[in-house]
Structure formats: C-alpha cells, structure tokens
C-alpha cells in the first residue's frame, strides 16, 4: 500500500466512525471527493448540502449537481442571505466567518432534522497554515474536517481523484465571487454581477484558472502564468468588453493567478 492509499484508508476509518454524515458540498475538488469517499464508506447514510446564492457562480451550482446525481447521493440545496448581512457586505478581514456562520448553522439544523451524527466539511492539510476564518464558524457547529485530520494535501486529493475517475480531479480552484473584492470594499449585487460578467467572458476566450479581481474602476486579471502571453495577444478584445461590462482600466497582473491573493496585503 502506497502512503495515498494509506492516507485514503485513514480517512475511510475516519468517516466509518461517524456514522451517518452531511457533507458541506461546493463541487470543488476537496468537496467532491470528500463526497466521493462518504459515498463510498457509508452508502446510503450520506447528505450533501450545498449553498446558494448571488454569491456563488452558476456554472459551479450545476457542475456540483451534476457530479451529486452522477455519485447517487441526496442532494440538497440551502438559500443563504449573505448580501442582506451587513457584517458580510462591509467586507471585513474575518468576512468569512459572517458567510459559513450562517450556512453552518443550517447544516446543523438539517442533520439535527434528518437525523445525522456529524457535519463534514472539505478542509485539507494545506488549509492549517492559511487565514481561514470561515473555519471557526465550522468548528462552533461541531463540523469537521477528515481530510485534513488524515493529512491529505490539495495535490494528493487531486491524484486521489483522478484515480477514483472523478472529474473533479484537475478542476480549477474556485471561491465564492466575495473573494474577489479587496478588505474594506463594500460588496453589491452590481459589482457582483460585473465580476460574474467579465469571468464568463474570460472563459469563453478558454482561460480556465483566473479571477477578476475588483479595484472599483480598475479589474486587476489574475491568469495562469501559461496563459498571460495568451492575453496579450487576446489584449484588444479583452480590453474592449470588459469595458462594456462596465470597468475603466484593465489590467493584467504579472504575477499570475494565486489563491486567496487578497490576503496578501493582511500578511503584509
């Protein structure tokens, strides 16, 4: 046995002894195999619950249905009201914490309702050394996270996917639309729907890892290093619809796409 089987063996162990689970279900890839692997220890006695809201790309929401149906397991959806929680919408550091307080507190109440031990949620080892404040909201409902309590990495849930044929397994990294606004910045519905508009676009032209990032006039355009020469030479028709969505200046960030790049001026 390799040490990924040995890891995915511990977290089969991990979710035997819970018993009965629901899954907090995006339809990224921790979540999906997350999802995946309940599914295939505890058979029928797994519930996935997914979020949404203005928040959250459509694409993303039929992807997550999509791969719920296709692994036979019950799927339910939850209406969250982020943008009517003005803890949420001023845009703090620990912003968050306002948006899984709410969505955990659901996931409670549903377990409590159908009758399931534990709430899971798709926090991996990389996860432990990064500014998560979304994770205390889980843990004050009592949710955990086994995938990060058996040492799997982002790169080993990747591998472990690709060979279970999810295919989840090379999917972009995705965040809620909120992640896209610097600390501070007031989120709306309009700024939202810009963000939502300039990244479909984006897809379109094929780019596939990317974030618009919202700079109120400026949109700051985080893109695969691979991928930059690409939209220079892509520069005029970029240039010309993201001004019809409505931003003034477009920029093409030099240091590419990163996670979480935001809270970069925090560790500063």
């Given at each position: 046995?390799?040490?990924?089987?040995k890891?995915?063996?511990?977290?089969?162990?991990?979710?035997?002894?819970?018993?009965?689970?629901?899954?907090?279900y995006?339809?990224?890839?921790?979540?999906?195999?997350?999802?995946f692997?309940?599914?295939?220890?505890?058979?029928?006695?797994v519930?996935a619950?997914?979020?949404?809201?203005?928040?959250?790309?459509?694409?993303?929401?039929?992807?997550a249905?999509?791969?719920?149906?296709?692994?036979?397991v019950?799927?339910?959806v939850?209406?969250?009201?982020?943008?009517?929680?003005?803890?949420?919408?001023?845009n703090p550091?620990?912003?968050?914490?306002?948006?899984?307080?709410?969505?955990?507190?659901?996931l409670?109440?549903?377990?409590?309702?159908?009758?399931?031990?534990a709430?899971?949620?798709?926090?991996?080892?990389?996860d432990?050394?990064?500014?998560?404040?979304?994770?205390?909201?889980?843990?004050?409902?009592?949710?955990?996270?086994?995938?990060?309590?058996?040492?799997?990495?982002?790169?080993?849930?990747r591998e472990?996917?690709?060979?279970?044929?999810?295919?989840?397994?090379?999917?972009?990294?995705?965040?809620?639309?909120?992640?896209?606004?610097?600390?501070?910045?007031k989120?709306?519905?309009e700024?939202?729907?810009?963000?939502?508009?300039?990244?479909?676009?984006l897809?379109?032209?094929?780019?596939?890892?990317?974030?618009?990032?919202y700079?109120?006039?400026i949109?700051r355009?985080?893109?695969?290093e691979?991928?930059?020469?690409?939209?220079l030479?892509?520069?005029?028709e970029?240039?010309?619809?993201?001004?019809?969505?409505g931003?003034?200046y477009?920029?093409?960030?030099?240091?590419?796409?990163?996670?979480?790049s935001?809270?970069?001026?925090?560790?500063?």
């Amino acid at each position: 046995m390799d040490k990924l089987a040995k890891k995915e063996a511990e977290l089969d162990r991990i979710l035997l002894k819970l018993g009965g689970v629901v899954v907090a279900y995006s339809g990224g890839v921790d979540s999906a195999y997350l999802l995946f692997r309940a599914r295939e220890v505890l058979k029928e006695r797994v519930l996935a619950v997914s979020a949404v809201s203005e928040i959250h790309p459509e694409h993303e929401k039929r992807a997550a249905a999509e791969l719920a149906q296709a692994l036979g397991v019950k799927h339910i959806v939850v209406h969250t009201e982020e943008l009517n929680c003005a803890e949420f919408t001023n845009n703090p550091p620990e912003r968050c914490y306002y948006c899984k307080r709410e969505f955990f507190a659901k996931l409670k109440e549903i377990a409590a309702r159908y009758g399931y031990s534990a709430i899971i949620y798709g926090a991996n080892k990389d996860d432990e050394g990064d500014f998560r404040p979304g994770e205390k909201a889980a843990t004050e409902n009592g949710a955990r996270a086994p995938l990060q309590e058996a040492g799997l990495t982002k790169e080993e849930i990747r591998e472990l996917s690709r060979r279970a044929g999810l295919n989840t397994w090379n999917k972009p990294s995705m965040a809620c639309f909120s992640s896209r606004f610097p600390y501070g910045e007031k989120i709306t519905i309009e700024k939202i729907a810009k963000i939502a508009a300039a990244e479909d676009y984006l897809r379109s032209l094929g780019f596939r890892q990317l974030r618009v990032r919202y700079h109120g006039a400026i949109a700051r355009l985080e893109l695969e290093e691979e991928a930059l020469l690409t939209a220079l030479a892509k520069r005029v028709e970029i240039v010309n619809r993201l001004k019809e969505i409505g931003f003034n200046y477009i920029a093409l960030d030099l240091e590419g796409f990163r996670s979480g790049s935001m809270n970069e001026t925090l560790k500063r």
